[in-house]
């Protein structure tokens, strides 16, 4: 009985707390601002996250005084069981859109698929980065892919949020959610420096992550002609819905693979000793 009502408590006060972030960071809204010749786009989501920690006992908590007596050892331990069932509607979202929209990724051609390269490229890249930084079984959810919200379904779905692998891919989707928006919003205009056409960026800002696609595409959309503005965003929109579908395939069968065979060959010779490996 007594453990029943420790539960309850604790999912009445992750409930008043979420509620409480959720407001605030709505009532906030979308803000962007230019930073030389681009422009930041700030979410909610980022907020959120912020939020988050600022009511987190061990983190920045006595910031937030009132909700720091919400947010206990219990909270925090039921909130990290209830990630994968809040991740529920997120993977139905992405398997209802492999069915109807199965002819615009047939019709999409090579330009839109190939950027599946770029997720696998993460892999070959960031992987040796990590393992010389000292991470362990961790690196491989956090460098699986970029494409972020279909690689935390499938590595939370696969090992566990409260594995090293689930560890390591929570960390680069908050990172994602805090520096990716800043990173990508003023990468999105000031990438039209390069010389590439507007339309590959708007199909280059599609990475399976919501909140950097709309930073990436909304800043490029702000800097080219008014008339190119909705195809971007259009462009860049699509690109995000094709690496979400196709990415989730991609990181089943392709990445995870590939991320464990490559970590099993890196990690003795150039892993930091210590640690699960």
Sequence with gaps: MANEKSITKALINAFITVLFIVVISEFIG?????VGPGTVTLLPMLYAVIFGMLVTPGILGKVVAPLKKLVDNDVIEFAGSMVMIALLPLGVKYGTLVGPNIMKIIQAGPAL???ELGNIATIFVALPVALLL???REAIG?????????TLGVIGEKYGINSPEGTGVLGTYMMGTVFGTIFFGLLGSLSLGTGLH???LAMASGMGSGSMMTAASSSLAAAVPSGMSETVLAYAATSNMLTGVT?????????IPLVNKLYNVLEPKIG???GNS
């Design 30 to 34: 979308i803000k962007k601002f230019a």
């Design 113 to 115: 698929l190939l950027q």
């Design 134 to 136: 000292g991470m362990k």
């Design 142 to 150: 956090a460098t699986v892919s970029i494409c972020r919200e279909p």
């Design 198 to 200: 507007p339309y590959a």
């Design 247 to 255: 990415g989730l395939y991609v990181v089943i069968f392709i990445s």
């Design 272 to 274: 930091k000793k210590g």
